[in-house]
């Protein structure tokens, strides 16, 4: 990190050098290793390869062990993105590089970009240093020093497990990304800050098949640390594959009760809610929630926090991605709306303090080519009672919808109106699960289902930025 | 591309043979990316970003490992031709596959892009006032309209290709974007519409018949028009659909089937099909590196293959898949130059370069005018498309059409169906070839992202299922 600093100042000192009024430099540099392992293309299971002529994969046994197809891909991707501001005009430029030449060149082509723009009447300046409050992410020394060989056989021995699981199993896909990175921000308002952490993410697809039916399921895993054992995860996401087999379509269109399994409801929850709590969207009325705050939004037992110091959290670091220090900020307690997420420029517009939540993560563009956004850093719903099966046995008649919806993007995000489509979905009857469902479209407006919940579990995952139970909701149509 | 990226490169390929690769290959790239954005006539966003660094790929026994860096001196390029090698004597002990690649005549070739205009000699307020121009037509047109969004964007540099076989290519890659949207309001009513294009061209590009004026009057024009629109029918129809959308239809749903990668490991329909008859004698579907109607121009690809012109589909029968040298080898079939990498952090996977549905012998008049009752579908929002050819489009304009004319403008409607069935549909192909392409996003595939062109000309086909609104 002191090396990002180092060349960070001295392209602070250049800014002024070109006379700008205000400078801000992010520097990023990132360690990166994705496997990707496609287990055992099952040819005497019936799986993908018949009618092939042959010509791909000549498999004998009945379960190939150990091998498959492996794309594996490491590397160093390092940057640096500049603001500059010259007369409330702000200019924004970066470059894939850390060298000091080019990122002279860049403050120079940043500054270019501001003087033709106009000034924005709204900017008020860069943010200045604070106290830090929360913590340092974590950096787990195993994936600083990832040893690829031992991944890839965790990415095999998962495989393994999850085809071994059933026979009907015909191929098992995990997809596994280790990151290690570092990050500073340094400004002309004396800002000189950074941290550092490591991510690891796994992926995986399962798909089962028993006579013509074919069906799938996926499930992932986001930790700060190297996940050593993998063979539940594998095992579940198998099972789930499995309890997909024997689908029938829903007698009649369903208009009641549907319980969310976590990773499906983040996905909703994620889309659809997160934009509405930007503080800039609001100041731009594109938010329902606009004027909202201390008003009923959700129901009672509803709470929401955005808590940027949650030492496992995957968007835990000291500052944000402009150097403001990370902290806790409710969002929504005893269901009533408590706050909304300030990047400096939303906070300054209302002469309010940033809260922390600036953001320039958007893969597959490297953050440092991006300008920052307001997004959660770690964005939970507390906890409260009950796993899957509990919210499901308090249903006496409903559908179940598990791993991930087709189609979330399509949702709108201003009137909360969704409808997308479940692939894993099942009947519930008499407090159980009957049966699966056939892809059935599950529609409703998220805004009005967080105030006709039903339950919340205590079954919590972390999805990235969102950390979430699974969620029973009223009134969801769903038809098959 | 500066001398001492090539060099290194060079040094790169060497010390990959002198630790025991078999074959070792590198691309270096160097490149802009600008974005404008106008919100009515205020300029909101001007962003810039430079990629620069090298990734390297190499293959020992069949093992394949793929590395890079942007951090460009001899020491961390090194690492990144070591790690490969690590990464591919891991993979090696771990594949069924025996991944090799098909046999290519080592090239060495040198591409420039000559356009007039070019915009990295333009000035910044040129590029603005382009955005300007547009938002200031479209406000222009009417008081209805109520917010104008105009985005301009550039994305232009080097590409630098060098292998252990000896090709060495390089080429410059270029494209060009202009895009307006409007939103036109009257009373509770919010519609939107919008106009775009772009290709492998200078600024002069945006002189003409695609002007700001021209593209700001049309969005305007269409988005006024959808205020009076009235929903689409839910049904069966004939339905005449315009080259933008024929585009869409010939990447996402037909394109994606035809890629070697898919078809190798048969999760593809079309595995295995070539030399049957897929569709009506009329349609032809090509991908093309450099196609003269536009689009997006690459001479090379990824794996320093020249870009053939690829008749997947001629005259209804399936010819040919597109192929990377790999999936060439695996098929037993020519490498077609459809290698692509994102940049040089992304290792080269099979993807598309320019897909269009070739020229027949209709004039849209007159394929408009044998339309007795059905849809004009035009351009689209996007859509799902799956593995089976099975899509759901969003054609973002239309209108209801009634003994050969229009009759009125419908709102967004919805096309549902699989592409194998649309294709043995199709009763008319246009004369008109258009080929789009845009710096805005592109193709997504395996988290890699891909500027493609796409296109056809007007073509008609029955029995297409519209969804109605919803």
Known sequence: MEELLEVGKKASKHARKLGVDEAEIFLYKENLTSIKFVGGIFASRGGALKGLRGSL??????????????????????????????????????????????????????????????????????????????????????????????????CVDSCIVAGDFDRKITQAMMGLSASAMTFAVINTKDIEVGDKGTTFTVFMATKAKSGNEEVSSSDMLMSRTYIENLQEFATNTSRNAIECLGKKPLPEKHIGPVVFENISWHQLFSTIFTPSISALNVQENRSIYKGQIGKQIAEKSLEVVDDGTLLEGFGTTIVDDEGTPKQRTPVIENGALQNFLYDNYSAKRENKESTGNANRHRPPIASYANIPMIRPTNLVIQPQRGNLENLVSENNSGVLVKGSLIGVHTSNVITGDFSVTADNAFKIENGRVAYPLKACTVAGNLYESLKSIIAVGNDSKCFGNVICPSVAVEKIVVAT | MSLQIKELADKAVKHASKIGVDFAEIKSEESVTRNIEAVNEEIRTVSESNNIGIGIRVFNGKGVGFSFSNILDK????????????IAKTSKRRTLMNLKLAAVDPRTETKITNVKNHPRNASLDEKKDLCLRECKTALRESKRIANTLSRFGEYHGTIYYSNSEGTEVSHQPLLTGLTISCVAKKGASIVDARDSYGGSYGLDLFKKEHSPEKMGENAAKWALEKLEAKPAPAGKFEALIDPRLAGVLAHESFGHLSEGDTVAIGASPLAGRIGQKLGTEIVTIVDEGRPREGGYSMPFDDEGVPCKRVEILKDGVLKCYLQNRVTAQRLKMEPTGNARSQDYSFEPIVRMRNTFFNVGDWSPEEALRELKRGIYALDSAGGQVDLTGTFLFKAIRGYWVEGGELKYPLLDVALTGNILELLKNINAVCNNLELFSSPFGGCGKMEQRAFVGLGGPHIRVKDVLFGGTS
């Open chain 1, 57 to 154: 994969l000549r498999i004998a046994e009945p379960w190939i062990k150990k091998k498959g197809l492996p794309v594996i891909t490491g590397g160093v991707r390092a940057g640096v993105g500049i603001r500059v501001v010259v007369k409330k005009a702000i200019g924004f430029a970066s470059v894939s590089s850390i060298k000091e030449k080019k990122i002279m060149e860049t403050v120079e082509n940043a500054t270019k970009i501001a003087k033709i723009r106009p000034p924005d009447p709204s900017w008020d300046s860069l943010p200045k240093p604070k106290k830090p409050r929360g913590q340092n992410g974590i950096s787990d020394e195993k994936i600083q020093n990832l040893d690829i060989d031992e991944t890839l056989k965790l």
């Open chain 2, 75 to 86: 020491e961390h390029i090194f690492q990144a031709v070591e790690r490969a090698l690590k």
